[in-house]
């Protein structure tokens, strides 16, 4: 099984045409949060209106998995607390999101929302603890915040991680995290793209603007996580113990050859993908 997994898109057509574009080569597509962009001059409801035509176009292709970030919330719930409600509308695409577990073969995928009060946090808390009764051994999570303290939630100058997601990671093991949210980790100083908490391996792919985004590929059946950015290629042994720095790619295997090969989508747009 090959994965492949971004986040932080906000809203960038080029790159979710890119994504629309590579998705046919692999068996799922993970977004770790932020499909949205709070900050763009883009009215927040029209966003909506165009990223669920694209996660359409995507589920169209493959499998896809998609949890909320920071920037996808769009309502309160009974309590206060913030929440994605467009998330959970996804599901009626057939896209596991906030609070699902998806099982593909021998891999159990746990989707984690953005918490923003105890409550959400409770939630976790007990998906996490029901999840973990039948689980395989190779347990993967979604959780759009990486974990504090870790080289994948540096920011140059402090962590932006989960203190929460550290004590649950300990607890429960899994084999990978995936997360997004410090954009600069993977691409500054004592930052990572990659990092080990005990036997898990937790992932921040990292964000660069233009196409295609920053992207890491999971070769689950190699074992392998590769990361992408402009002028970079590096790969890792998950196999291996944690050790920095990550190897550089000598001999591109065939898929990653043919991503470079993606038309421009300048040149062939996804059809009806921001219509």
């Known amino acids: 099984m090959r994965c492949l997994v971004v986040a932080d898109l906000h809203y960038s057509l080029p790159q979710l045409d890119w994504l629309v574009s590579a998705a046919p080569q692999f068996d799922l597509v993970i977004f770790a949060g932020d499909a949205l962009d709070i900050g763009s001059m883009v009215d927040f409801r029209a966003q909506i209106v165009v990223v669920k035509k694209y996660l359409a176009l995507l589920t169209a292709q493959t499998r896809v998995i998609l949890c909320s970030g920071n920037h996808d919330l769009d309502e309160r719930n009974a309590e206060g607390e913030k929440i994605s409600r467009w998330i959970a509308e996804a599901r009626e695409l057939g896209i596991a999101c906030d609070g699902d577990n998806l099982t593909l073969g021998d891999t159990l995928f746990t989707v984690c929302p953005w918490w923003d009060g105890p409550l959400a946090k409770q939630r976790i808390v007990e ?9 395989p051994q190779r347990w993967i999570w979604a959780h759009h915040a990486p974990p504090a303290n870790s080289p994948t939630s ?3 100058k402090r962590f932006f991680g989960d203190v ?3 004590q649950w990671i300990m607890q429960y093991q899994p084999a990978m995290v995936i997360s997004g949210h410090v954009h600069q980790s993977p691409f500054i100083t004592d930052g990572s793209w990659f990092d080990r908490l005990g036997e898990s391996w937790v992932f921040n792919a990292g964000l660069q603007p233009g196409r295609p985004p920053t ?3 999971l070769d689950l059946d190699a074992n392998k996580a590769f990361w992408l ?3 970079e290629a590096q790969w ?3 196999d291996a113990p ?5 190897s550089y790619i000598e001999e591109p295997p065939d898929w990653l050859t043919s991503l470079g090969r993606i038309a421009d989508p300048s040149l062939a747009r996804p059809r ?4």
């Open 127 to 135: 998906q996490l603890r029901d999840a973990a009764v039948n689980r």
């Open 154 to 156: 540096w920011g140059g």
């Open 272 to 275: 009806a993908a921001a219509g």
């Open 229 to 231: 950015a402009a002028g």
């Open 215 to 217: 992207h890491i590929v």
């Open 164 to 166: 929460e997601l550290v």
């Open 242 to 246: 944690l050790r920095r720095p990550a």
């Open 236 to 238: 890792i042994d998950l």
